[in-house]
């Protein structure tokens, strides 16, 4: 059976005014004294939870609402010391003065339960990888930029370390930062979790999970309604709904990745859709937690791949002696390429393909097949070959080329590999692929009924 307990001092203090018109100064005692009590009472249930079943406990924290959420793990202990582990770039900055890497820090401090209008839980020695959110320092930008981020001398994150605790539901304790207010969530976690481990797990998530360098993804409401979403990966989210304008209709939020997925600070609404913490699925999708049908997922592949608006570049390594990018069809092609290119005119002994590139031309309005080729280590001449990309079905693609430059013509006389790689590209159907339906950035073009013929394309 779960267990609700709500805890606030102001809610004994309003019942007691409620009898001060009427009650004699004996009855206003007696009030006193039992919100005392209760609150007591209060204190001790909170520390044996706290402290039971190996004190072990998943702190997701929040300094403002401009940065990303932190995850902690907290381990209480009956003698007042508790041990905060982290894994973050602040901590890393403590460590080694950078802020391009995550580290793990862990150290012992002091804790309590204290009663200040409230039940609030404290971490009062300073943890210096705890801590480091709510001195009033500088922030650090590891260099760039100067000594600080501007606006930030006598603030510092402007984060809590103290919190009033609002409820306990289940395994989960909600809090409040009792300075600015922002909500956390303590979850408990088996005794045997190692915090080392599970923070490890934790950054990989925070690394993996999104990609810096896809635009966008979707929050796909149960209705089919969808949502763009910007940024998930800085943790500080745009979010404007499909067919709205971007300026004029955005949101920002900020969130946490978990060691199981991901969440919001605060709920939010989207067309009536409540909705705060997502589960990483199987194929990399996330999963509402409230509703079991809210999902965040990646475009059509196709529209990473060839989107003019939204246009990002791609790379085939076409080195045959450790390239992973090509099989089949491809890399027999490349091979019998490099034979034949030192005998086109104007090419030299050594010269071969050196990667192919997907990318858009804004100038010719025209995508771009480009086959790079190597003469030597400081020129490697570009054969453009201009075409259309065809959707054939959702996740499906085909080629229709419609010119090239003049180098890509003096390959395509005086190389008839090169005539038969365009032609095999232009009459073959595509299947697209991806590791991940969320950060999609390695996509696979494989020849439809033949998969062991493929093409890898990476976003660059």
Same mark, same amino acid.
């Given at each position: 059976m779960k267990k609700f307990l709500n805890i %606030? /001092?102001?809610t004994f203090v309003a019942l007691a005014s409620l009898s001060l018109g009427s009650c004699s100064n004996e009855m206003d005692d007696i009030f006193d004294e039992d919100a005392i009590i209760r609150l007591e009472n209060a204190r001790a249930e909170y520390f044996d939870i706290l402290t039971r079943d190996g004190g072990k406990w998943k702190l997701e924290y929040f300094s403002n609402t401009g940065e990303p959420g932190y995850t902690y793990i907290l381990t209480f202990k009956?003698?007042?010391?508790?041990?905060?582990?982290?894994?973050?770039?602040?901590?890393?900055?403590?460590?080694?003065? %950078? /802020?391009?890497?995550?580290?793990?820090g862990?150290?012992?401090?002091m804790w309590d339960l204290i009663l200040d209008n409230s039940l609030v839980l404290t971490f009062n020695t300073y943890n210096k990888y705890f801590h480091l959110f709510s001195t009033p320092d500088k922030v650090p930008t590891g260099g760039a930029g100067g000594d600080g981020i501007a606006n930030t001398e006598g603030y510092g994150h402007e984060g809590d370390y103290e919190f009033n605790i609002m409820k306990y539901s289940g395994d989960t304790i909600y809090l409040t930062g009792k300075k600015y207010n922002l909500p956390m969530f303590l979850t408990r976690l088996s005794p045997s979790t190692n915090d080392e481990a599970y923070l490890n797990e934790v950054a990989v998530m925070n690394k993996n999970l999104f990609s810096g360098t896809i635009p966008y993804v979707f929050i796909v409401l149960p209705d089919g309604t969808r949502w763009f979403a910007e940024s998930f990966s800085s943790c500080y989210v745009r979010l404007y709904r499909e067919g709205d304008d971007k300026i004029t209709s955005s949101e920002y939020y900020n969130t946490i990745i978990t060691h199981d997925g991901m969440a919001f600070m605060n709920p939010i609404t989207l067309d009536g859709y409540t909705i705060q913490w997502f589960a990483?699925?199987?194929d990399g999708t996330l999963l509402c937690v409230e509703d079991q049908q809210t999902r965040i997922v990646a475009d059509a592949l196709e529209n990473y791949l060839f989107n003019s608006a939204n246009a990002l570049k791609w790379k085939a390594d076409f080195d045959v002696t450790k390239s992973t990018d090509m099989a089949g069809n491809y890399?027999?092609?490349?091979?019998?390429?490099?034979?034949?290119?030192?005998?086109?005119?104007?090419?030299?002994?050594?010269s071969k393909l050196k990667e192919a590139v997907i990318s858009y031309n804004d100038e010719l309005s025209t995508f771009v097949f480009n086959m790079k080729v190597r003469r030597s280590a400081s020129v490697s001449p570009e054969a453009h070959f201009y075409f259309t990309p065809t959707a054939v079905s959702l996740g499906q693609v085909k080629f229709n080329f419609t010119g090239q430059n003049d180098y890509a013509n003096r390959l395509l006389q005086g190389s008839p590999k090169v005539v038969e790689f365009i032609n095999t590209l232009s009459q073959a159907t595509f299947n697209l692929s991806a590791p991940s339906m969320l950060a999609p950035t390695a996509i696979t073009m494989a020849e439809n009924g033949d998969a062991a013929s493929y093409l890898v394309w990476n976003l660059q």
């Open positions: %606030s /001092l102001l009956k003698d007042g010391m508790v041990t905060m582990s982290g894994h973050n770039k602040w901590i890393n900055y403590i460590k080694n003065n %950078s /802020l391009n890497a995550s580290a793990f862990s150290e012992d401090s990483r699925q199987s890399l027999e092609l490349v091979k019998a390429i490099n034979v034949e290119l030192p005998r086109v005119p104007g090419e030299k002994s050594g």
